[in-house]
């Protein structure tokens, strides 16, 4: 209760939310509140972020998921990047054709991605479903998006088809998501 009232601001709306929608609403691991703040029930560490920019380059961190993420240019000259050079927790795009800024969020009804290797859009929910993503972890998963709000990557899930590294691309913008350290 403490620290649903540190994020909706009074404790006096779970009362409310409790009685009006019943103990149903919380066998559910994850509530949405306004402000796109994101509580997961499930796990020791409740996770609350709304829309932040990231600069490029920059990075931002999220304290409370012990979760850093940074963009950076990688510099001219260096060897060609390629997919397979990727670590866990990466990503590339040209940086030419990414719309900047770019912007760290939770994930919203109705959020839809063209997913890396696919033709089509396909609903984030069916994406973060099929990838077999933890309904508790769903809605505390950052996501980046570029100036028109298209999604860009679901960070450690999916990249989108958006700006695609090519034989073309000048300037290569590298997205990192790594743990705080102590964890």
């Known amino acids: 209760r403490r620290q649903f009232a540190q994020v909706a601001g ?12 019943g103990m149903s609403h919380f066998a559910e691991d994850a ?21 932040t920019r990231l600069e490029v380059p920059g990075s931002i961190e999220f ?18 990047v390629e997919a397979s050079d990727l670590e866990e927790g990466m990503t590339i795009f040209d940086l030419d054709a990414v719309e900047l800024p770019l912007s760290v969020r939770p994930r919203r009804q109705g959020d839809r991605i063209r997913p890396f290797g696919m033709e089509g859009t396909k609903s984030l929910k069916e994406l973060l479903i099929d990838e077999k993503i933890p309904f508790g972890l769903r809605d505390s998963l950052p996501i ?3 100036a028109s709000g298209d999604l860009c990557w679901v960070v450690g899930v999916r990249r989108s088809s958006a700006a ?7 300037r290569i913008l590298r997205i990192t998501a790594e743990k705080l350290d102590g964890t």
């Open 10 to 21: 009074n404790q006096g709306a779970l009362e409310e939310l409790w009685l009006d929608e």
């Open 31 to 51: 509530c949405g509140f306004p402000g796109d703040n994101v509580v997961v029930l499930d796990q020791e560490v409740f996770t609350s972020f709304s829309e």
């Open 63 to 80: 304290p409370e998921a012990r979760l850093r993420i940074t963009a950076d240019i990688v510099p001219e000259g260096a060897q060609k």
């Open 144 to 146: 980046v998006c570029d």
């Open 164 to 170: 695609p590294v090519t034989d073309a691309t000048r």
